[in-house]
């Protein structure tokens, strides 16, 4: 990742003025910058300008090909479960999984991923997102923890890394030590075309290393949104 890729991030733009914008939402172009925005691929920029409105979810469905994850991760997943299911606790291959988008507020979108393990019941994997003025874009998971995410593009993907977490506390946000954090987060969207996209997630600790890695190829659903 590029220096200029990361000044764009921080850099305002135009919002790109979309048909298919229903109800305002997290204004990705502005988070990303002007140039970097423009490197997208069209259809990156066409899913993230989309918006899911209040009655209207946005779905897409396919394949982790993979869904790994270390000693230390597995671990990690369960402990988390009794804050609610931010990682998923198990490991698999070409594990099929859906993302819905659900509208949560203005400038907040609850994202639900959902895993169809072969003999097991499903599980959900729920956070939220959302745009705040000085902050940037942030990602919040049960009992106050979450995020503060760096969006730019590098290399024509959409990547999500984090830079900061914390716990919130009334109104106050305590930042959190980072060797007490699953790590960095990076997530990578890739456009591959005829509707088809990459998703890749990694957490990856200073001392622990790569906690939970996942890559998948989805595509939204036909009919989820005009």
């Known amino acids: ?32 910058g ?28 396919g394949t982790m090909h993979k869904v790994e994850c270390s000693r230390p991760g597995l671990a990690l997943a369960w402990l988390c479960r009794l804050i609610g299911t931010p990682f998923t606790p198990y490991r698999g291959r ?9 509208h949560h507020g203005e400038g907040s979108v609850r994202w639900e991923r959902d895993y169809r393990y072969p003999g097991r019941r499903p599980l959900r994997v729920t956070s939220v997102k959302r745009s705040e003025a000085g902050t940037g874009l942030v ?10 995410l760096a969006v730019f593009e590098a290399n024509g993907e959409l990547h999500f890394l984090s830079l900061r977490y914390f716990f919130t506390l009334g109104r106050r946000r305590i930042p959190l030590p980072r060797l007490l954090t699953p790590g960095t987060a990076h997530v990578i969207h ?35 949104t005009q």
């Open 94 to 102: 070409y594990v099929p999984v859906s993302i819905t988008l659900h």
């Open 1 to 32: 990742m590029s220096t200029p890729a990361l000044a764009d991030a921080e850099q305002p733009a135009a919002t790109d003025t979309n048909k298919h914008r229903r109800h305002p939402g997290i204004d990705f172009a502005a988070l990303v």
């Open 139 to 148: 990602e919040c998971v049960g009992f106050g923890l979450g995020m503060r």
């Open 190 to 224: 890739a456009d591959l075309g005829h509707g088809r996209f990459r998703f890749a997630m990694t957490f990856h600790h200073d001392w622990l290393g790569t906690l939970f890695h996942q890559d998948g190829v989805f595509h939204q659903e036909p009919g989820a």
């Open 34 to 61: 002007g140039e970097g925005w423009r490197r997208l691929a069209p259809d990156i920029r066409r899913r993230f300008s989309e918006h899911p409105a209040p009655d209207r979810p946005i779905r897409y469905a």
